[in-house]
């Protein structure tokens, strides 16, 4: 039981992190950004060699955890920024469809720069050995991983909030998120906010890489665009625009595919993606603007 | 002094001309009412003075500095504040911080915290409901006290000019008396210079300071408003038949 929990919790957590990264860019601009799972797959890459051997020929990898983390972070906050400035400034004016697609082409952008480097082929790497053992917990074996996700996502999402409320930045960035247009009547920077977003984005994308790292014990091209696919979902059904209805549903969606696993019966379990996507669908039937609407998009509508 | 200059300024939608040539000089100090019928392009006029809607000809000069075509975070910087037709507050901020967001654009100035605090008494010594309220969401507030709280954001920046679009839009004549009575107070106290839009004339008239008149895009008549009021040229400016 409390390893259904703990499955739960995890797999919800990472979910909640991919889509406060794509919250976080949807709130200040609009834009539904679809190259987010490559920033995932790039900020992992970024630590081994480009070769396309199988073999990973580890490089920045072997660095002590107190610089490993923050170097993944970092680098995928300076590949988001980046994309910022290279691409998606140019599309601030234009419709959000417009800077969905160049996303997407962004997105495609990235993942064949690695495919060219790297090669298709995954590669198994070993982040972190220590961390993949087991623990015993209240009778359940889980590992150590898992604990150590739960209480990262929970401390990030603690920090998010302190930024958020406490900051002047982060107030500058509610407020803008709410309505760009009054923000810079007022002073605020367009520029610096915008790009706060994608640092703090890409950050989350760096974090999500790592944690998918040590767990896979892969680096795989693909590895952004499943977790991508989800993370929009639950920004979807959180209401697009609302980072604590992003968090929610990425943990509703955590737990639905956990809890489905094992109460489906035997036959339907490979079919359990299917059931997780018709309570999506359950879901926006019932509150199409999401579980919680934020302010500005209500008002666009 | 002059603090405000237009010269020229045209704004355009697509294929619609919704500003045509106006020029405005507005000094410091100076209380300016822009009424006109709907669609004359008054509020697109301010919207482009603010660098919200760019200008298709002419320039904007506010403080002997041209600052057509900068952004308006920029042309708020230097003391423009803008309060947008339909109030716009940030309704899931608090008042509060509604109003630091004001104030943030000093925040780099040495002894910003002290300023702020002050500003923030002074803010709340003009409207006591805001600080009543000052730890609620902003979307609760009522019209009037959302007229209020933007007026006091604006007044955060600590501007020498505040612009306001329709101040009066969807409230009751009781609550536009109050919020206009503070507005000339703060007005008279901080020698502000304020560029006031409304539809109608009468509020104008019974406050006094300088009119203008825009019609289709232009400006078609410009004085004293308590003269104007009455004259039978703003008659004829207002229900006038098309002329051209």
Redesign the interface.
């Known amino acids: 039981m409390l390893q259904i929990v703990f499955d739960a919790l995890s797999l919800g957590s990472l979910y909640a992190l991919g889509a406060l990264g794509i919250a976080l860019i949807f709130g200040v601009m609009r834009l539904v950004n679809f190259a987010h799972g490559d920033v995932i797959a790039f900020s992992i890459f970024a630590l081994l060699w480009p070769s396309t051997d199988a073999m990973a020929i580890v490089f920045a990898g072997n660095l002590p955890w107190f610089l490993l983390i923050p170097f993944v972070l970092l680098v995928g906050a300076g590949l988001s920024v980046l994309c910022e400035i290279v691409v998606f400034r140019r599309f601030r004016n234009t419709n959000p469809a417009t800077m969905m697609i160049a996303s997407f082409a962004l997105g495609f952008v990235i993942r064949y720069f690695l495919l060219m480097l790297y090669s298709s082929r995954p590669k198994s790497i070993s982040l972190l050995p220590i961390l993949s053992q087991p623990v015993e917990m209240l009778g359940a074996r889980l590992p150590l991983l898992q604990l150590i996700t739960i209480i990262v996502t929970i401390a990030i999402l603690f920090g998010l909030v302190i930024f958020l409320r406490r900051t ?1 930045f982060g ?2 960035m ?2 803008a998120a ?2 760009f ?10 520029n610096r906010v915008i790009m706060g977003a994608f640092a703090l984005s890409g950050a989350l994308a760096g974090a999500i890489a790592l944690i998918f790292g040590i767990q896979t014990g892969t680096a795989d091209i693909q590895m952004g665009a499943a977790v991508m696919l989800m993370a929009f979902i639950s920004t979807v059904i959180g209401g697009l625009g609302s980072l604590a209805g992003a968090v929610l549903a990425g943990f509703l969606l955590g737990a639905a595919s956990v809890v489905m696993q094992v109460i489906l019966p035997v036959d339907a379990r490979p079919f359990r993606d299917a059931f997780v996507y018709g309570a999506v669908i359950l879901v926006l039937l019932f509150r199409p603007q999401g579980l919680i609407a934020a ?1 500005g998009t209500k008002e666009r509508v | 002094m002059t603090l405000l200059n237009l010269v020229d300024v045209s704004v355009r939608y697509g294929r619609l001309t919704a500003v045509r040539g106006v020029s405005i000089n507005l000094k410091e100090g100076e209380v300016l009412f822009i009424t006109g019928p709907n669609g004359a392009g008054k509020s697109s006029l301010l919207r482009a003075i ?1 660098g ?1 809607t760019p200008t298709a000809g002419g320039h904007v000069e506010f403080d002997g500095a041209e600052i057509t075509g900068r ?3 920029d042309i ?2 230097l003391g423009f ?2 309060v ?1 037709e339909g109030r ?1 507050v ?4 608090t008042i509060e ?2 109003l ?3 104030a ?2 000093h ?1 780099r100035t040495p002894g910003w915290k002290g300023q702020t605090a002050a500003d923030l008494d002074s803010v709340y010594n003009t409207f006591p409901i805001l600080k009543e309220r000052r730890n609620q969401q902003a ?1 609760l507030l009522s019209g009037g006290q959302q007229q209020m709280l933007v007026i006091g ?2 007044l955060m ?1 600590r501007p020498r000019l505040i612009a306001i679009d329709e101040p009066s839009l969807g409230l009751a004549p009781n609550i536009t008396d109050q919020v206009y009575e503070r507005l000339i107070a703060l007005q008279a106290e901080r020698s502000l210079t304020l560029l006031i839009v409304e539809q109608s004339s009468t509020r104008a008239v019974m406050i006094g300071g300088r009119m203008i008149l825009m019609r289709s895009g232009q400006v078609v008549l410009d004085g004293d408003a308590r003269e104007l009021g009455n004259s039978e040229a703003m008659q004829a400016a207002y229900f006038g038949y098309e002329d051209h």
């Open positions: 002047r107030l500058e509610r407020a709410e309505n247009s009054m923000a810079r009547m007022l002073g605020v920077r367009a302010r | 603010a919200v952004t308006p975070e708020a910087r504040s803008m947008p716009e940030f309704g899931s901020l911080e509604n630091m967001v004001g943030g654009m925040s979307g954001r604006a920046a």
